[in-house]
Each structure stands twice: as C-alpha cells, then as structure tokens.
C-alpha cells in the first residue's frame, strides 16, 4: 500500500492551493482518507477527513469554511482544496487512510493505517 501526498508549495496568504493524496494498493472506496498537518514544534493536527462513499466530511475546526476535501474513487485520490489561506497554515500536510472508521474517529490519527510521505506547505504574510 502507498499513499502518496503533492502539491505543496510557497504561497501567500490569501491565495489557493490544492493537495492531492493517491492511493495504490487497496481497494481505495473502502477507505476513509484523513489529511493532518503537523507544524514545527507542534503536534499533528487534524485538517479534513472524507468516508470512501464520500457521503461523510468533517473539518477540523481551524480550517472550516476555507478549506474542502473530494475524492475521486475512480482515479483512486483524494484532493484538498485550500483557499484563503493563512500564515498559521503552514506546516507539513500528510493524508492517511482507514478502514472501517466510525463517524467519531475519524479525527484521530491513531485510527489510521496507513500514511503517506508528507508535502510541505509554506505560508507568508
């Protein structure tokens, strides 16, 4: 199984961007696929998460209303949208997946089997 997190990158605030996770080596709708962040110095933070039917999302709270997670389960990833971003939100973005998570874990971490390598992500003022 990999995961694989891109699209990371120097903006500045105020702008957009667009992270991608895929998946190789499961059966990806079977999945919940959850994005965390974690900055310097700081613990890991939970940012989006998205059941495999794409019929649950939930946001963390520090990003709701600027931030939007999809899938596509055909091409077997999973995007975050970023907008109206924030010098606060730079840290280093990591998708997991999951399988069999309830509504009420998705928000944890320790709930995930899998990781991917990670995508930094730099905001400036």
């Known amino acids: 199984v990999q995961l694989q997190a891109y699209g990371g990158g120097l903006v500045q605030a105020g702008d957009s961007l667009r992270l991608s996770c895929a998946a190789l080596g499961l059966t990806f709708r079977s999945y919940t696929v959850g994005w965390f962040r974690q900055a310097p110095g700081k613990e890991r933070e939970f940012v989006a998460a998205i059941k495999g039917s794409g019929a649950t999302i939930i946001y963390g709270d520090s990003v709701k209303g600027r931030f939007s997670i999809s899938r596509d389960n055909a091409e077997s990833t999973v995007n975050l949208q970023m907008n109206s971003v924030k010098p606060e939100d730079t840290a280093v973005y990591y998708c997991?997946?999951?399988?069999?998570?309830?509504?009420?874990?998705?928000?944890?971490?320790?709930?995930?089997?899998?990781w991917g390598q990670g995508t930094q992500v730099t905001v400036s003022s």
């Open positions: 997991a997946a999951g399988r069999r998570l309830i509504n009420t874990s998705m928000r944890n971490e320790q709930a995930y089997d899998y």
